[in-house]
Structures are given as structure tokens and as C-alpha cells.
């Protein structure tokens, strides 16, 4: 394997890095509060980067939410994405590609997904009715990606919704919970395709959270290389270079397990092992790097306006999203057990036909739930 990006993704990650510089400064963010900020939503559809994901892939893709992890940039960029432009452009008929994909490149579509959402949502010949507690973005989503209990997938309008209530998680992710009575819905892809949209789902936001343990991380080096303590900077201390070093152990781990589930899923290989493994890594090992971060910054850390707080609520708000550790561990146990698929492959780099590259057995902790729905709502950090 090669993670090696290629010209097109390394341009779209350069693009998108001086467009989120640019317009995602703590200044803008706080003025934000706990909204979406409509002109970087502008901005990053005008330079057609949501639209490259289709040729970019889902390792493209990963690669444009790192940038956005690293500024907590409040766009629904991960959810429209992964939901909405390579669900349909991977699931849907020529008719729904030809009727969807427009809108959702150029942002006026915005499509979230209210995962998980199997044994919550009943289908009834097109009428699907039932309610996710919070769903990530909502507010701003024209539909959502609704899986019922059977697992088949169900495009839903958000105006076709009996009732969307904001609800305010631990980050600024515009969510709302999600009532249905009886909403029409047009139904996406067959078999397969909640797998592997739950699959590039869990990848989307390991990405996401390795841009914010990277942002995190950085700033925790800047703030310990000039904050000084007993005459030199606090970077010279044993303590304080050995937890950095710890962070940035953690964050390249998300990073890499983020790129091989990537990688998989758009050689259309089984992704199902590597994406719980990287959701594994983004959970548990995520929270320690935003942690360290705000540890680092002293008592500058227990500022709620300084800028590192901020990439302490992504990191816990995305560590619930992706799983309770222990349960993810448990489903890809689960997914062990079921055995290797026809192409012989262990689906998640466990066990292959060759060894893993750099002979590291990438995925050797972790697994992963579906995208619960008990996750961390109303700031509670417990």
C-alpha cells in the first residue's frame, strides 16, 4: 500500500489549508459561537473542494478534514461529504448522481447522516418514522442519511422532518435531534451499502480528529517553547517533552490507521476491520492528545476563550462519536470471528496474504460500534 498522495489530493490538502487559515481564526470562530460559518462554507464550495472528493477519494477526503481538524473549522464538511457526495456518487443510480451530486458540490445540498440509527428508524413502504437523540450538522442539512432497521438506507429532506430540535453537543456542530412520523424517503444503494457508508464514516472523522490532536499538539509545542518557568522555557523540561512526545506518537497512529482504512476502501477492498480499528485509535487515543494539550498550557489551558479548549471539545465530542473504546474492541472482535472474506483477506491488516507495511500490524487494538447515539451531549465531559 501507498499513502503517498497523489498531485490532485496534495493540491486539494494545499488549497484547502490557505482557505482554512485564511477564514478560520480564533477571532472568526469566537464570533461564531455555536454556529456554522456560512462564508468558509462559501468559500471551500467556490474552490470546488467538496466536489473533489469525488476523485479524490476517501483518503482525499481525510486528507481535506486533517486541515479543517487543525483550525476546528465549523463546516459541514466531513458529514456532507461522506453522507452525501460519496454515498450517492458510490450507491446511487445514474438518476440520483445526476439529480444530487450538483447541489452537494456546490453546497447548496447539504446532506448529514443520523447513524446509528438501526433498531430507532422503522420503514413502512417509503414512510420512515422514529428519532435519532442528536445528529451532527442537522441544522444546516437540506437531508439526511437515515438508516432504517433493516439497514437500508434512506434519503430523507429535513423539511419532510415532523420535528428538528437544536441540540447543543460539547462542540459547535449546528446538531439537532431528528423526529420522524411517517417521512417520505427515497431509498439509496442496496446490500452492502450501509457497511460501507458506516465504514467511510468511522475513516471521515478519524481524519478529522487527527487534524484536531495535530492542531493541538502544535499549539501545546508554540506555548511550552516561549512560556518560560525557573529561567528557561518549559520545553526544555524532561516531564513536558516526554507527554509531547507521548501526543505525537498518538496523533501519527490516528493518522496512519486513518490512511490504511482510506486506502482500502477506495481500492474497493474490505474496509470494514481497518475503519473500526482507525475509530479505535481516534477514540481513545484522541482524547489523551487533547488533554495533553490543554495539560501543557497550565493554567492557560483552564481558559475557556484561549484557543486550545476548543480542540480539547472536538477531541471529547469526536471520542463519543466514534465509540466507547471497549465496544468498538468488542465489534471488531466480533468481525474476527466471522473469519477472512473471499479474497483472503483479514479486513482489517490484522492477518494478509503479505505483512504489514513497515511491519506494523496497524490494527491490532481497535474496534469500533456504529456511531452511537448515546454520545456526549449538553457540554457533559464525564
Keep these: 500500500m501507498d499513502f503517498t498522495p497523489t498531485e490532485e489530493?496534495?493540491?486539494?490538502?494545499?488549497l484547502a489549508a490557505r482557505i482554512f487559515a485564511d477564514l478560520s481564526t480564533h477571532e472568526r470562530l469566537r464570533a461564531a459561537g455555536t454556529g456554522s460559518d456560512a462564508e468558509l462554507w462559501k468559500a471551500l464550495c467556490g474552490?470546488?473542494?467538496?466536489?473533489?472528493?469525488?476523485?479524490?477519494?476517501?483518503?482525499?477526503l481525510v486528507l481535506l478534514l486533517e486541515e479543517q481538524g487543525r483550525v476546528t473549522a465549523q463546516v459541514p464538511l466531513a458529514a456532507t461529504c461522506v453522507y452525501g457526495i460519496l454515498a450517492v456518487a458510490r450507491h446511487g443510480t445514474d438518476e440520483?448522481?445526476?439529480?444530487?451530486?450538483?447541489?452537494?458540490?456546490?453546497?447548496?445540498?447539504v446532506v448529514t447522516g443520523a447513524f446509528p440509527a438501526s433498531g430507532t428508524i422503522a420503514s413502512r413502504e417509503g414512510r420512515l418514522s422514529g428519532a435519532v437523540d442528536?445528529?451532527?450538522?442537522?441544522?444546516?442539512?437540506?437531508?439526511?442519511?437515515?438508516?432504517?432497521?433493516?439497514?437500508?438506507?434512506w434519503l430523507v429532506r429535513t423539511e419532510d422532518a415532523a420535528r428538528v430540535d437544536p441540540v447543543e453537543l460539547t462542540a459547535p456542530?449546528?446538531?439537532?435531534?431528528?423526529?420522524?412520523?411517517?417521512?417520505?424517503?427515497?431509498?439509496?444503494g442496496e446490500g452492502a451499502a450501509h457497511a460501507d457508508v458506516l465504514a467511510a464514516a468511522r475513516v471521515a472523522f478519524a481524519g478529522l480528529q487527527?487534524?484536531?490532536?495535530?492542531?493541538?499538539?502544535?499549539?501545546?509545542?508554540?506555548?511550552?517553547?516561549?512560556?518560560?518557568?525557573?529561567?528557561?522555557?518549559?520545553?526544555?523540561?524532561?516531564?513536558?517533552q516526554l507527554r509531547a512526545a507521548d501526543a505525537h506518537m498518538d496523533t501519527e497512529t490516528i493518522r496512519v490507521t486513518a490512511y490504511e482504512a482510506a486506502w482500502r476502501h477506495d481500492e474497493d477492498l474490505d474496509a470494514r476491520g481497518a475503519a473500526l480499528t482507525a475509530a479505535w485509535w481516534a477514540s481513545e487515543a484522541g482524547k489523551r492528545v487533547v488533554h495533553a494539550g490543554q495539560h501543557l498550557h497550565g493554567g492557560m489551558g483552564a481558559d475557556l476563550d484561549h484557543p486550545v479548549h476548543r480542540h480539547?471539545?472536538?477531541?471529547?465530542?469526536?471520542?463519543?462519536?466514534?465509540?466507547?473504546?471497549?465496544?468498538?474492541?468488542?465489534?471488531?472482535?466480533?468481525?474476527?470471528?466471522?473469519?477472512?472474506?473471499?479474497?483472503?483477506?483479514?479486513?482489517?491488516?490484522?492477518?494478509?496474504?503479505?505483512?504489514?507495511?513497515?511491519?506494523?500490524?496497524?490494527?491490532?487494538?481497535?474496534?469500533?460500534?456504529?456511531?452511537?447515539?448515546?454520545?456526549?451531549?449538553?457540554?457533559?465531559?464525564?
Design 173 to 188: 456542530w449546528s446538531a439537532a435531534r431528528l423526529v420522524l412520523d411517517g417521512a417520505p424517503g427515497e431509498r439509496l
Design 312 to 382: 480539547f471539545l472536538w477531541g471529547r465530542q469526536l471520542d463519543a462519536h466514534l465509540g466507547c473504546g471497549t465496544e468498538l474492541l468488542a465489534e471488531l472482535g466480533d468481525l474476527l470471528a466471522d473469519g477472512p472474506p473471499a479474497d483472503g483477506l483479514l479486513t482489517d491488516g490484522l492477518l494478509t496474504d503479505d505483512p504489514p507495511a513497515d511491519g506494523l500490524l496497524t490494527d491490532g487494538l481497535l474496534g469500533d460500534r456504529p456511531l452511537a447515539d448515546d454520545l456526549l451531549a449538553e457540554g457533559d465531559l464525564s
Design 9 to 14: 489530493q496534495a493540491a486539494a490538502r494545499e
Design 96 to 109: 440520483q448522481r445526476a439529480r444530487l451530486l450538483p447541489g452537494l458540490r456546490d453546497g447548496t445540498t
Design 47 to 60: 474552490a470546488g473542494l467538496p466536489g473533489s472528493v469525488e476523485e479524490t477519494g476517501l483518503l482525499g
Design 134 to 153: 442528536w445528529v451532527p450538522w442537522l441544522r444546516d442539512a437540506t437531508h439526511v442519511l437515515v438508516p432504517d432497521e433493516d439497514r437500508a438506507l
Design 210 to 240: 487527527a487534524g484536531v490532536c495535530a492542531g493541538s499538539l502544535a499549539r501545546a509545542v508554540e506555548y511550552t517553547s516561549v512560556r518560560e518557568q525557573f529561567g528557561r522555557p518549559l520545553s526544555t523540561h524532561q516531564a513536558v
